[in-house]
């Protein structure tokens, strides 16, 4: 069984940073990609940052320069730095991290329960 833990939400004002954990646990093999979603009121869900086993990194625009995702392989732990915070910015952040939990198993996606960031005045 694997669980993904998800932490570092909460309410910031514009400008504010924040930083989002996601660790995942249980009978892991070895873990793929590691993904950062969001879903703001009203709107789909949207990937805003990536990073692969080799430690390289996508974002979409509207996050490039004020996001950050790196990724801790001993701790089997995905962060999102999150810079220069904009209202838009607020929304429910879900961490996918595409792991296998034996070495015949293809990677499968697993979900986090997701963290709510607010950004207001």
């Known amino acids: 069984q694997v669980q993904l833990v998800e932490s570092g939400g909460g309410l910031v004002q514009p400008g504010g940073s924040l930083r989002l954990s996601c660790a995942a646990s249980g009978n892991i093999f070895k873990i793929y990609a590691m993904n950062w979603y969001r879903q703001a009121p009203g709107k789909q869900r949207e990937l805003v940052a990536a990073i692969d086993s080799s430690g390289s990194t996508h974002y979409v625009d509207a996050v490039k320069g004020r996001f950050t995702i790196s990724r801790d392989n001993a701790k089997n732990t995905v962060y999102l730095q999150l810079n220069s915070l904009k209202p838009e910015d607020t929304a429910v952040y879900y961490c996918?991290?595409?792991?296998?939990?034996?070495?015949?198993?293809?990677?499968?996606?697993?979900w986090g329960q997701g963290t709510r960031v607010t950004v207001s005045s």
């Open positions: 996918n991290v595409h792991l296998s939990i034996s070495p015949v198993q293809a990677p499968y996606p697993y």
